[in-house]
Structure formats: structure tokens, C-alpha cells
């Protein structure tokens, strides 16, 4: 025993001293590759590949992966060889064992029985009232946003319009009162600057935000007594299928506790990213999309007490608001923003958000069986489908050289693999506490020079790092 031990111990230490030596040779090597060819690219997608500094920056990151993934199969075998030994002392149990594996699997049979009987459960929604709240400041465009809602509404009683109006800008008034009985206007009563501390002046406009959402949700749910809601602001046009979207997505969101909002976006939406033959395509995300989305009273609930002075959109991104909950998001987006100018100056608008691809098909989605976006029965097909993809290295897809049909996976190991190689794929390479933008278990689903490609971690996902901010 002493002996198989000490062989134990010795392989773990040559593990960690073979990387160490690994490290050391990364570190020191000189640069590799050769002159990038650029040119011919799509947006957000050539000018980060076609240099030299990015090339060999994904070439490194590769290695890394690839050593890191021996390193992973080495320390497999030791374990294994561990698992072995504890293994013998235990054969006498064999039997006992496998038991329990068939009880699991006749009452995973059995669970999945009831979920399908739960089904019909759900409770008929199509008389439920599902008000849109348009939070407005100074923007007479909102013009847009309302003409093209009230165009696609199918009905003013099931989906009643307020515009919520902070700023006091009258010119904006106006154009929002023009619409007569077909919205309800109703406007912040506070328009006062808030005191923040000297470094976050240049941030008042971000704290005026929050405070309106916060009394605009309030006057939803606690005034006007609904139970449900879907939030838009006014830079966003929305696609003709939008209520039907956010209807269908209703009775999954009541039921699911694993869902905490429905959204219209997808952050990676941009027409050469995502598949223009499937807008009925339906994700899980544990990144909160928001730009047109719905949340049910109670979520308002847990959340108003602790609703911060300022940057509400990271904070309820954090783990402690998300919980480990997800929502639900589109392959193509049921909305886009047209609203450059704003308290954000533009961020991201002109290297991402204006190529956001809006759905121009109608999908019945009432008329469809969303029970697969269920928590259980997603991932597992969701796993299965992203790690019996093959594995293909980023040079390998801007090459034009992978051989093999349908999905493919790039698989990334921390932090800086997944910017290197987000990045030369044209995905935003930003996470919030962790979290990439679509992600879900870490990995990103996009459409790559018309193949799917998964960006993932390696199997076994355990949890995001915060540190990855």
C-alpha cells in the first residue's frame, strides 16, 4: 500500500514539474509563424486575424491547448491507475453496485414521464395581459420604436404600450402624446441630479438609468398590478414576430425556475454569425442579453430591494442577482438598436451592434413545442451536441482546410485563450463576472463562414471564474 502511494505521489509530482518546464519553454520561446495575408474579411473579423502579432498570439494559444490536453490525459492515467487500486478493495460490492445505476435509469425514464405529463399543465395564456414598457428620455426617434410596436401588436388589450419618460424632454412629450390612447404616458416625477462621489460625475447620466428603471418597474408591477413584463428602450426597432416571441416564451418562464428572463437579442447576431434559415432556433444563455426582455413580477420582487444607484445591467449580471439561472435568447435577433448617441457614447455600436442582423420572418412560435429550452432535457442534448463535434484549431477554419461536415468545436482553457481565439473568430471576446456574451456553460454557438462553430472549454465544465472579468 505504502508502495503504490509513493508511486502515486511520484506521478503527480513529474505532472506538475513537466509543466512547470512547460511553462518555462512558452515563456522563452522565440515568436512563431509567418506574415499574415489579410484582406477579404468580414466585419469584425479581418483586421484582428490578418496580423502578425494576432496570428501568433492564436498560434500560441493553440500550443498551449494542446500541451494543456496531454497534460490533462497524463494526469487521467494516474488517476485512473488510483482508481484501480481502490477499485480491488471494493469487489465485493460489485453487485450492490450496478443496482443503483438501473433504479437511476428507470427513474430517469420515469422523470422524464412526468415532465412530458407536466406539460400540459402549463396554463392557457392566451388571455394574459403582457404590458411592453418603453423606458424614453430625449430621444424624438422614439418615434421608431413605437410606430413599428404598435405596427406588429396584435392586440392593444393583450399588450398594452407604456412609455415611461424621464429628462422632461418636451420635444420627446410630444412625439409620445401624439399617439393618443394607443400608449399610456406616464413620466418620472424626479429629474434631479444625483449626488455620486467627484470620479463618477462623468457617470450621472448611467445613475439618472437606473433610478428610472427602478420607479418605471415599480409603477408596472406594483401600480398597475401586472404580473409579467416585457422592458424595451426607445433606440430599439422590433421584429415582426416580437409578441409572438415573448407570448409562446411565457408559460416556459412561470414554469422553469431555472429561467429568470426571456430576451430578443443575441449578441452575436450579426448576419455572417448566425444562420439565416433557422430564426425558430431557440438557446439557453447564462449571459443576461437584455435589449428587449421579459421578467415576471416575483423576479422584480427579489431584485427591487437591492437595485443599485448606478451600471444596473453588469450588477444584475453578477452571481449573486443571476443565481445560476439562464435566459432565453434567439439564433437571430427580434431586435436592433438604431441608437448610437447615448450615455454609453457609442460603445460597441459601431464595431458590433449596428451589424445586428433583425429576424424579418415571422415564426409561429405558439404553434411550436419549446419544451426541449427546459433546463434537464437541454443540457443534455445541448452537451452532446457541442463534445461529439470534432475539434478544430482556428487556423485550421480561417484556412478553409477543416475536412470534416457540420459543427466543429474550438476549445478554449482560461482566459486568455478564450479572448485570443473570440476574437480571431469575430465573437465579443468581453465577459461579465466570467460569463461570455450567449455563452452557456462556458461555450459560445456561432455560424462561421456558414458552419457552426462551438467555442467551449474542455468537457467537464466547472462553473465560470469571476476572475475572468
Known amino acids: 500500500m505504502v508502495r503504490r502511494a ?40 479581418g483586421r484582428e486575424w490578418g496580423g502578425d502579432l494576432t496570428r501568433n498570439v492564436v498560434q500560441l494559444a493553440e500550443e498551449v491547448e494542446a500541451e494543456l490536453e496531454k497534460q490533462k490525459l497524463l494526469l487521467q492515467q494516474i488517476q485512473s491507475h488510483r482508481a484501480l487500486w481502490e477499485k480491488k478493495k471494493k469487489n465485493n460490492n460489485q453487485i450492490k453496485e450496478k443496482q443503483p445505476v438501473e433504479v437511476n435509469n428507470n427513474n430517469d425514464a420515469g422523470a422524464r414521464e412526468l415532465e412530458s ?25 422614439v418615434r421608431r420604436s413605437l410606430d413599428k410596436l404598435l405596427y406588429y401588436r396584435p392586440s392593444k388589450e393583450l399588450f398594452p404600450v407604456i412609455v415611461s419618460q424621464d429628462c422632461g424632454h418636451e420635444e420627446t412629450a410630444r412625439v409620445i402624446g401624439s399617439y393618443g390612447d394607443q400608449v399610456m404616458h406616464i413620466r418620472q416625477p424626479d429629474l434631479s441630479d444625483i449626488r455620486v ?48 416571441y415573448f407570448r409562446s416564451l411565457f408559460p416556459l418562464l412561470l414554469e422553469d425556475k431555472t429561467l429568470w428572463c426571456v430576451s430578443a437579442w443575441n449578441d452575436n447576431g450579426r448576419e455572417q454569425m448566425i444562420d439565416p434559415k433557422a430564426p425558430e432556433l431557440l438557446y439557453r444563455t447564462d449571459f443576461f442579453p437584455g435589449l428587449g426582455w421579459m421578467l415576471l413580477k416575483d423576479l422584480w420582487e427579489e431584485l427591487e430591494p437591492k437595485w443599485p444607484a448606478s451600471f444596473w445591467d453588469d450588477w444584475i449580471r453578477q452571481p449573486g442577482q443571476r443565481r445560476e439561472r439562464a435566459c432565453v435568447r434567439p439564433e437571430i435577433s427580434r431586435t436592433m438598436t438604431f441608437g448610437r448617441k447615448g450615455v454609453s457614447m457609442g460603445q460597441f455600436y459601431d464595431q458590433y451592434l449596428r451589424f445586428i442582423k433583425l429576424n424579418d420572418q415571422f415564426v ?75 455563452g452557456y456553460r462556458g461555450v459560445v454557438s456561432f455560424m462561421f463562414r456558414g458552419r457552426r462553430v462551438f467555442l467551449a472549454p474542455p468537457p467537464g465544465w466547472k462553473g465560470y471564474d469571476t476572475t475572468w472579468s
Not at 6 to 29: E, K, M, P, Q
Not at 198 to 216: L, M, N, P, T, V
Not at 390 to 399: F, I, M, Q, S, T
Request: one cysteine or more; charged letters at 25%; glycine letters at 6%.
Open 364 to 438: 409561429p412560435f405558439t404553434q411550436r413545442d419549446l419544451a426541449f429550452l427546459k433546463k434537464e432535457a437541454y443540457d443534455r442534448t445541448f452537451a452532446e451536441s457541442v463534445y461529439t463535434a470534432p475539434a478544430v484549431r482556428v487556423e485550421e477554419l480561417h484556412g478553409n482546410k477543416v475536412t470534416v461536415p457540420g459543427p466543429v468545436r474550438v476549445q478554449y482553457s482560461n482566459k486568455d485563450t478564450f479572448k485570443a481565439f473570440a476574437k480571431a473568430l469575430g465573437v465579443m471576446d468581453d465577459l461579465k463576472s466570467g460569463v461570455p456574451r450567449a
Open 197 to 244: 462621489r467627484a470620479d463618477h460625475r462623468k457617470f450621472q447620466g448611467y445613475y439618472k438609468i437606473s433610478r428610472h428603471y427602478r420607479w418605471a418597474l415599480n409603477q408596472v408591477f406594483h401600480t398597475f398590478k401586472y404580473q409579467v413584463a416585457v422592458i424595451v428602450e426607445d433606440d430599439l426597432e422590433v421584429a415582426p414576430d416580437f409578441f409572438e
Open 6 to 45: 509513493s508511486l502515486i505521489l511520484c506521478g503527480v509530482t513529474l505532472f506538475i514539474a513537466w509543466n512547470a518546464l512547460l511553462l518555462l519553454f512558452l515563456w522563452w520561446r522565440p515568436p512563431i509563424g509567418s506574415p499574415g495575408t489579410g484582406g477579404g474579411a468580414e466585419p469584425g473579423e
Open 117 to 141: 405529463a407536466g406539460l400540459q399543465k402549463i396554463p392557457d395564456v392566451k388571455d394574459i395581459v403582457i404590458p411592453v414598457l418603453v423606458i424614453a428620455c430625449d430621444r424624438p426617434t
